[in-house]
């Protein structure tokens, strides 16, 4: 991940407001860091609109990577896939899938119950990670076997 640029943005309307602090987007941002990519802190915003909000402006900084933790679930506000779902040019449904098995595997059945998204947005890819910091981190370990060769391929690289 040295020399790429990375965008995380947290839904979460608890820690918007300062309920509590935002430890999903902290961990990915510390992980992606620890990894050599250059990523400035969590963008953490209210679930609903401010996510669409959030989602393009990280966008209009054109990232290698943009990362969401939160609003994957079922709850009538998760609503992070419908803000990405529009925004993205194609999907990579085999690195959503991998995250929520591996979820499972790690024995959270509820893995399967995260909504989330990856695919392409021109030429940075973007994965919705689960809200819980188990989630991010089983998402993380799906990640880190695959992105060095994901942001290669983006880019032009051999399969």
């Given amino acids: 991940m040295a020399g790429r640029t990375a965008v995380v943005v947290t839904a979460s309307t608890r820690a918007a407001t300062g309920v509590y602090p935002d430890r999903g987007g902290a961990l990915i941002v510390e992980t992606l860091r620890g990894w050599g990519a250059s990523v400035p802190d969590a963008t953490v915003v209210a679930d609903g ?14 990232p290698d990577l943009l990362l969401t933790t939160g ?12 803000a990405t779902r529009p925004l993205l040019d194609r999907e990579v449904p085999g690195l959503a899938e ?3 098995a591996t979820g499972v595997a790690a024995g959270v059945p509820t893995a399967v119950l995260s909504r989330g998204l990856a695919g392409l947005a021109g030429g940075t890819l973007v994965v919705n990670l689960p809200g819980s910091t188990g989630g991010v981190r089983d998402a993380l370990a799906v990640l880190a076997d695959v992105l060095p060769h994901a942001l290669s391929q983006v880019r032009g690289g051999d399969h």
């Fill in 49 to 62: 609109p401010p996510v669409v909000e959030a989602l393009a402006a990280a966008l209009a900084t054109g």
């Fill in 98 to 100: 991998a995250i929520r």
């Fill in 71 to 82: 609003g994957t679930g079922l709850t009538p506000t998760d609503g992070t896939p419908e």
